[in-house]
């Protein structure tokens, strides 16, 4: 639960992300391309000590790595939210939300259900292994190579082969004009604040932190 901390707070530096980017890499993509391939060297990292960890019961260890990986995700979920508007045709718009949270309950599935049982050689010589065996047919470390790999190599893609949205000359003048009227960081952190400041509301966070142990601002 403390490794999910992270999302509880994204609401405060989102603004950062959202205003501070590299134009020749897209508003997008200069946090979703580095902050994934930050993610899959963390990934990588982990395929090979997340056992000797455990093993050796460095926690304080593993959990500042998980809890680095989770901030990281964070910054990255709050390009994708708004990409993932842009990207859709208008008219396909309302189907963002419901692409997003099928992609992350499915993911949910593959590395809880889905890997437990392949990693667990009861099950393993029950339903999968033609001859028993003592050795999971999916260790911890090799799960988590394989999603280190497939993330990298989605990241590149992306890279390379996904554009951002390009504007027409009239979307760009008004672009242009919005830019002038664009909100700063710390005005931003003062509407959160005055958001923060209704008693309902935090009524409601206080009652979300102790029935769900973690919540998230979006």
């Known amino acids: ?19 501070y980017y590299l134009p020749f890499l ?25 056992e000797d960890m455990l093993v050796t019961k460095q926690l304080t260890k593993l959990t500042g790595i998980l809890i680095l990986n989770m901030f990281i995700i964070t910054c990255q979920d709050i390009a994708v939210d708004s990409w ?30 889905v890997f437990i049982a392949l990693n667990s050689p009861e099950f393993c010589n029950k339903w999968v292994n033609k001859t028993p065996s003592e050795v999971p047919l999916v260790s ?19 890279l390379v082969f996904v554009p951002e949205k390009k504007y027409s000359s009239v979307e760009s003048a008004i672009d242009e004009e919005e830019e002038e009227l664009e909100i700063y960081p710390s005005q931003s952190l003062a509407i959160i604040w005055d958001i923060m400041s209704n008693p309902n509301l935090q009524k409601y966070l206080v009652f979300m ?4 142990g973690t919540f998230s601002i979006d």
């Open 26 to 50: 897209g508003k997008r993509k200069s946090w979703v391309v580095p902050c994934q391939l930050i993610i899959s060297i963390i990934l990588f990292y982990l395929a090979y000590t997340i």
């Open 209 to 212: 932190f102790f029935t769900c």
């Open 140 to 158: 911890l470390s090799e799960f988590i190579l394989w999603w280190a790999i497939l993330q990298f190599v989605i990241t590149i893609y992306i």
């Open 1 to 19: 639960m403390m490794c999910t901390m992270p999302y509880s707070f994204k609401v405060l530096w989102a603004p950062f992300v959202e205003l």
């Open 84 to 113: 993932a508007v842009e990207i859709l045709h208008p008219e396909n718009s309302s189907y963002q939300s419901v692409s997003q949270s099928v992609g992350q309950r499915l993911g949910m599935i593959l590395s809880t259900t």
